[in-house]
């Protein structure tokens, strides 16, 4: 049995969903949470429905926004008091930035973004794709690794179903560390939806839409779907659409429950950032587009017929 510190992530005092879903990776072990921010007390408390031995929260006014200093000295104080085999996170902004560092200062072996985990006893065995998801690698620790640190890419394990335990809570004392860097604001982006790193549905669109007015159609279909809109590089470069909304090797890294690919062919640099998707549906005219074959389901057509139809169908659907 391995004993594994889980890093949890709150976004507005909740556990986010693409965290509580390492739990499932750390059943039959001895597990602990981690979790750092600001006014953490309730959704330490909301732990206690899932099985975990012990929750640690590191809870500061100056960890109310990320900030790379402070978030890495406080993993570190819960780390070397908890002392485990595995450190576990869900691959994000904030974590890609402050894990490495935990690795070089622990001297531990780090994998990021795996999309499979298998712990065994001391053995931590990994699957992570590689070359823009052309291969898939499998990894392993090895043995003078003290402690494993992985990233899993979001959203690929489930939540675990809840199971009241009695964990012990310990709110651990923070000295903001001196640094030269101080995060004095963060903006929230318009949009209500989660994002697209995090989102269980995705609408993207690329060229096919033709232009910045063109792609306001897969809003109708996104907020029918409660989706995230994402889009093709080509479009956020001929700005249609902000960076932020960009899926791919230079955008940002998706694997939702559904991704409904518009009017995008399917480049190796997009693929590389959905094609973990649970299911994809692609909606193209052209029926060679590299696209279709990765999607699950493939509509060859024109997306200013298909989109408004498959708009109207699910709202059929889902008004059941
Ligand atoms: P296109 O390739 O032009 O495809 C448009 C598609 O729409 C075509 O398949 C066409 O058949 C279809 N279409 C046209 N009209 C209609 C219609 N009315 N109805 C239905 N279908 C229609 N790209 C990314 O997306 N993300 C990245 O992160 C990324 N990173 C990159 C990094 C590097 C280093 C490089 C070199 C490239 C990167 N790219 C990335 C760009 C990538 O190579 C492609 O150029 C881009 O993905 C193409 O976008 P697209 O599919 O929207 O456009």
Redesign the pocket.
């Given at each position: 049995m391995a004993k594994i510190l889980v890093y949890l992530e709150t976004a507005n005092g909740k556990i986010k969903k693409t965290s509580l879903e390492l739990l499932s990776a750390c059943q039959g072990h001895e597990s602990h949470a981690l979790l750092i921010g600001d006014g953490l007390k309730d959704a330490a408390e909301s732990l206690k429905k899932y099985s975990v031995s012990s929750i640690h929260f590191v809870q500061n006014s100056a960890l109310k926004n990320y900030n790379s200093s402070y978030f890495f000295a406080a993993a570190l104080g819960v780390v070397s008091k908890v002392n485990p085999d595995v450190l576990l996170g869900s691959s994000s902004l904030g974590t890609k930035d402050f894990f490495p560092r935990l690795a070089a200062k622990l001297d531990a072996g780090f994998l990021n973004d795996c999309t499979t985990i298998s712990i065994q006893g001391n053995s931590v065995k990994v699957k992570r794709p590689l070359y823009s998801g052309k291969c898939l690698a499998e990894a392993q620790f090895t043995e003078n690794s003290k402690i494993k640190i992985v990233l899993m890419r979001p959203n690929q394990l489930p939540v675990p179903t809840e199971q009241a335990s009695s964990p012990q809570l310990f709110e651990e004392s923070f000295v903001p560390p001196t640094t030269g860097v101080r995060v004095k604001e963060v903006s929230q982006g318009a949009s209500s939806k989660p994002d697209l790193t995090e989102a269980a549905i995705i609408v993207s669109?690329?060229?096919?839409?033709?232009d910045a007015e063109?792609f306001k159609i897969l809003d109708g279909l996104a907020e029918e779907l409660g989706a995230t809109l994402g889009?093709?590089?080509?479009?956020?470069?001929a700005g249609w659409v902000p960076h932020s909304m960009?899926?791919?090797?230079?955008?940002?890294t998706v694997a939702p429950n559904l991704y409904i690919?518009?009017?995008?062919?399917?480049?190796?640099?997009?693929l590389?950032?959905m094609s973990s998707s649970r299911v994809i549906v692609a909606?193209?005219?052209?029926p060679e587009?590299?696209?279709f074959k990765k999607a699950t389901y493939g509509i060859v057509?024109?997306?200013?017929?298909?989109v408004p139809k498959l708009k109207e169908e699910f709202k059929k659907i889902l008004a059941h």
């Open positions: 669109g690329g060229r096919g839409m033709r063109g889009a093709s590089r080509a479009i956020v470069d960009q899926v791919g090797q230079t955008g940002k690919a518009c009017g995008i062919s399917g480049a190796i640099q997009h590389a950032g909606i193209n005219k052209d587009a590299p696209i057509g024109d997306v200013f017929d298909v």
